[in-house]
T-cell receptor, first 114, second 112 residues
Framework: DAGVIQSPRHEVTEMGQEVTLRCKPI?????LFWYRQTMMRGLELLIY????????DSGMPEDRFSAKMPNASFSTLKIQPSEPRDSAVYFC????????????FGDGTRLSIL | KQEVTQIPAALSVPEGENLVLNCSFT??????LQWFRQDPGKGLTSLLL?????REQTSGRLNASLDKSSGRSTLYIAASQPGDSATYLC???????????FGEGTQLTVNP
């Protein structure tokens, strides 16, 4: 089975540019999560969706961040405009509801804002 | 608010040793507890998930225990190997499928 697929794996861009991160969850999973990992703050949940609907976006740092899930097989996390402090590894994870299933993570997008 | 703590932050052992990683959480009303492994430059790999009604789970050389009443979980690794070197994280969800709260992780190095 294909796991969670994220693209791009690495992104380097200049401050002020728009950045779009992409995620394809595991087929059949109805929950999708976006996390950010930094040395200073560890792993933080940004937002999660259930059946394509955003449930909790309280972790989104500010209005520059937005996330969408137009269908069950695709989600995007957008940063506009990007700032150097957004540099981090961004992970997408998915899981299947019912019975406490484990979350499965993608390999992440390493984002560097210059 | 749930807080998850992992001790030690780093651990270095010679190959072949048995070792224990610790995880504690402040709110015992957890649905389950999950242990992950993270290799450098990689995402998290789920190792074991213990439901709240279970006391332990085993997978190969790994054994995870859960004591909800005391807010603790341990990950036991038997006969450690250099390939076990990674960062190990524990995490608890608030409810099934919802946000996970992660510990800071234990960075394990197994020396040949």
């Amino acid at each position: 089975d294909a796991g969670v697929i994220q693209s791009p794996r690495h992104e380097v861009t200049e401050m002020g540019q728009e950045v779009t991160l992409r995620c394809k969850p595991i087929s059949g999973h109805d929950y999708l999560f976006w996390y950010r990992q930094t040395m200073m703050r560890g792993l933080e949940l940004l937002i999660y969706f259930n059946n394509n609907v955003p449930i909790d976006d309280s972790g989104m740092p500010e209005d520059r961040f937005s996330a969408k899930m137009p269908n069950a097989s695709f989600s995007t996390l957008k940063i506009q405009p990007s700032e150097p402090r957004d540099s981090a590894v961004y992970f997408c994870a998915s899981t299947q509801s019912g019975g406490g299933q484990p979350q499965h993570f993608g390999d992440g997008t390493r984002l560097s804002i210059l | 608010k749930q807080e998850v703590t992992q001790i030690p932050a780093a651990l270095s052992v010679p190959e072949g040793e048995n070792l224990v990683l610790n995880c504690s959480f402040t709110d015992s009303a957890i649905y389950n507890l999950q242990w992950f492994r993270q290799d450098p430059g990689k995402g998290l790999t789920s190792l074991l998930l213990i439901q709240s009604s279970q006391r332990e789970q085993t997978s190969g050389r790994l054994n995870a225990s859960l004591d909800k009443s005391s807010g603790r979980s341990t990950l036991y690794i038997a006969a450690s190997q250099p390939g076990d070197s990674a960062t190990y994280l524990c995490a608890v969800p608030e409810t099934s499928g919802s946000r996970l709260t992660f510990g800071e992780g234990t960075q394990l190095t197994v020396n040949p």
